[in-house]
């Protein structure tokens, strides 16, 4: 995962089924009148980070365990809010540091950690 973007990876029977959820990014009429102004745009951008998470927690939700990993900062971002919300109390969530990746070495990663053949 990063700021922009997530692929949902859930293994099953050894099977990865995989959808991928993107963060609606800014218009461009948008961007522009925002670098008039670096503290709106960086709340803009703040808030549009606080939705992308919490679209994210609803899935993270349905699930006991979870394997936040990607090339930024935004897994650990993630990790902290849904740390300090107890409604993640019983979720079991691992944070792993991850290169850019294919989809296939994405999927293999995910196999991997949660010891699927």
Not at 4 to 12: C, G, H, K, L, R
Not at 26 to 37: G, H, I, K, S, T
Not at 99 to 104: G, I, L, R, V, Y
Request: proline share 4%; no cysteine.
């Amino acid at each position: 995962m990063d700021h922009s973007t997530a692929n949902i990876m859930e293994v099953s029977n050894g099977m990865v089924r995989s959808k991928t959820l993107e963060s609606i990014p800014a218009f461009p009429e948008q961007v522009e009148n925002l670098r008039l102004d670096e503290s709106l745009m960086h709340n803009k951008e703040q808030n549009q980070y606080a939705n992308f998470y919490k679209k994210l927690s609803y899935i993270i939700n349905d699930y006991n365990e979870v394997l936040l990993f990607g090339p930024t900062d935004a897994k650990t971002e993630l990790f902290n809010l849904l740390k300090n919300n107890r409604q993640f109390e019983k979720v079991k969530i691992s944070v792993q540091p991850a290169d850019n990746m294919t989809d296939s070495q994405q999927e293999a990663f995910v196999k991997d950690f949660f010891n699927t053949p």
